[in-house]
T-cell receptor
């Protein structure tokens, strides 16, 4: 699976839009990009997954350019409760598989 | 229950002791995964079950670690002769609900080996 690289940390303020970019230069044709969120003392929680272009759900948007070598997780109007670690993962398109986590991006949202 | 549950939430043991960590997956999920997370790091894969059998145990660090899932539901991770380096949060996830293979994680068991 392709290795991912993302910033170690980011800071933001309440109400701002936050964009976290992840690079995955060696992504394969059948791979998807998946993002998880983890709060302290909790397990990771699935946020969003996409293959190309744009995916949006009630939590976030995921932008993937045509070459798919990077992706951007967008969190609109963050609140203090969005303070967490965000992991970008590359997963195969089918079936059950182990997830390979990096160190993630630690997002701190301040008042 | 609605989610994955893990017991105990915290476990403190002494070096050399044996410990068991339990995971109750989401009802009906066929796949179950164990991960380990050290402070400041992302979760690291240990083992994955499909039904009762271990489909991939490539992440188990050594033969002191063993996991079972005898009836295809609850799983137990067993660690023999614990070492201080085994201290971490042990996470369990399950997947296999209708139409999705998204993994749902439990809250983890924090293991401390003194």
């Amino acid at each position: 699976l392709a290795k991912t690289t993302q910033p170690i940390s980011m800071d933001s303020y309440e109400g701002q839009e936050v964009n976290i970019t992840c690079s995955h230069n060696n992504i394969a044709t059948n791979d998807y990009i998946t993002w998880y969120q983890q709060f302290p003392s909790q397990g990771p929680r699935f946020i969003i997954q996409g293959y190309k272009t744009k995916v949006t759900n009630e939590v976030a948007s995921l932008f993937i350019p045509a070459d798919r070598k990077s992706s951007t997780l967008s969190l609109p109007r963050v609140s203090l409760s969005d303070t967490a670690v965000y992991y970008c993962l590359v997963v195969m398109n089918t079936g059950f598989q182990k997830l390979v986590f990096g160190t993630g991006t630690r997002l701190l949202v301040s008042p | 229950g609605a989610g994955v549950s893990q017991t105990p939430s915290n476990k403190v043991t002494e070096k050399g002791k044996y410990v068991e960590l339990r995971c109750d997956p989401i009802s009906g999920h066929t796949a179950l995964y164990w991960y380990r997370q050290s402070l400041g790091q992302g979760p690291e894969f240990l083992i994955y079950f499909q039904g009762t059998g271990a489909a991939d145990d490539s992440g188990l660090p050594n033969d002191r670690f063993f996991a079972v899932r005898p009836e295809g539901s609850v799983s137990t991770l067993k660690i023999q002769r614990t070492e201080r380096g085994d201290s971490a949060v042990y996470l369990c996830a399950s997947s296999g609900g209708p139409g999705t293979d998204t993994q749902y994680f439990g809250p983890g068991t924090r293991l401390t080996v003194l």
